[in-house]
Nanobody, 129 residues
Framework: QVRLVESGGASVQAGGSLRLSCVVS????????IGWFRQAPGKEREGVAA????????YYADSVKGRFTVSPDNPKHTVYLQMNSLKPEDTAMYYC??????????????????????WGQGTQVTVSS
């Protein structure tokens, strides 16, 4: 049974940093896509970062490029989202999602929610000004 568990969300001030974790269980392969998404109240879910863990190739939304970094720790079956220079508009529930098929390419389609099969329950990030 596949399970994704996010952690690391917190309340921080603008300009601060957080590192979110996504632990994947039930699948031990390193060839997986992990996407990070966020959803603020009243807004649509937005893909912010994606990674193909076998190669470490990544893709970012323009809204977070240069501030967020996604990285894998394959032995721990964990993917991190390092978030720096946080802004109030980054406030949202953050989710990770997984897909265990594909050819390893990384493109804007890997920021679409329907690309993914499995989802975690989310972790809340609140950034105050």
């Amino acid at each position: 049974q596949v399970r994704l568990v996010e952690s690391g969300g917190a309340s921080v001030q603008a300009g601060g940093s957080l590192r979110l974790s996504c632990v994947v269980s039930g699948f031990t392969g390193t060839n997986k896509y992990i996407g990070w998404f966020r959803q603020a109240p009243g807004k649509e879910r937005e893909g912010v970062a994606a990674i193909y863990t076998l190669r470490g190739s990544t893709y970012y939304a323009d809204s977070v490029k240069g501030r967020f970094t996604v990285s894998p720790d394959n032995p721990k079956h964990t993917v991190y989202l390092q978030m720096n220079s946080l802004k109030p508009e980054d406030t949202a529930m953050y989710y990770c999602a997984a897909r265990f098929s594909g050819y390893g390419g990384i493109w804007d389609g890997t920021l679409k929610a329907d690309y993914y099969t499995y989802w975690g329950q989310g972790t809340q990030v609140t950034v105050s000004s």
